[in-house]
C-alpha cells in the first residue's frame, strides 16, 4: 500500500521562500505522476502543480513562475519549491501520487503554509 509524507511547511513572510518534500514508500515511484494540491479551509482542494513520471511538469496559473515542483527518483521524493510566497498561498499543501498504468491515487496527510502579510 502506497504511503505518502510532506514535510517543510511552516510559518513565512510574504516574499519569502519554502520547500515542501513528500517521500513515498511501498510504490515504484517511477511509474507515478506526482502532483501537489492545496487547501483552504471552506474551500475545494485546488491544483498546484504536477510533474509527470519523466520531467513534464504543469502549473496553477496562479503560481506560475513562482513555485517549482521537481523529483528525484533514487530518493522516491517529490519537492515543491515556492518563492515569493504571498498571503494566498496560505493553505494546507497536500501530495498525490497517480499510477500512470492504472488508477491508484494515493494521498499524503498534508503539511501547514502559513504566509504573514
Known amino acids: 500500500q502506497g504511503k505518502l509524507v510532506e514535510s517543510g511547511g511552516g510559518l513565512v513572510q510574504a516574499g519569502g521562500s519554502l520547500r515542501l518534500s513528500c517521500a513515498a514508500s511501498g510504490m515504484i515511484f517511477s511509474e507515478h505522476k506526482m502532483g501537489w494540491y492545496r487547501q483552504v479551509p471552506g474551500k475545494q482542494r485546488e491544483f498546484v502543480a504536477r510533474?509527470?513520471?519523466?520531467?513534464?511538469?504543469y502549473y496553477a496559473d496562479s503560481v506560475k513562475g513562482r513555485f517549482t515542483i521537481s523529483r528525484d527518483n533514487a530518493k522516491n521524493t517529490v519537492y515543491l519549491q515556492m518563492n515569493s510566497l504571498k498571503p494566498e498561498d496560505t493553505g494546507v499543501y497536500f501530495c498525490?501520487?497517480?499510477?500512470?498504468?492504472?488508477?491508484?491515487?494515493?494521498w499524503g496527510q498534508g503539511t501547514q503554509v502559513t504566509v504573514s502579510s
Open positions: 498525490k501520487a497517480e499510477f500512470i498504468l492504472g488508477t491508484n491515487t494515493y
Open positions: 510533474i509527470n513520471s519523466g520531467t513534464m511538469t
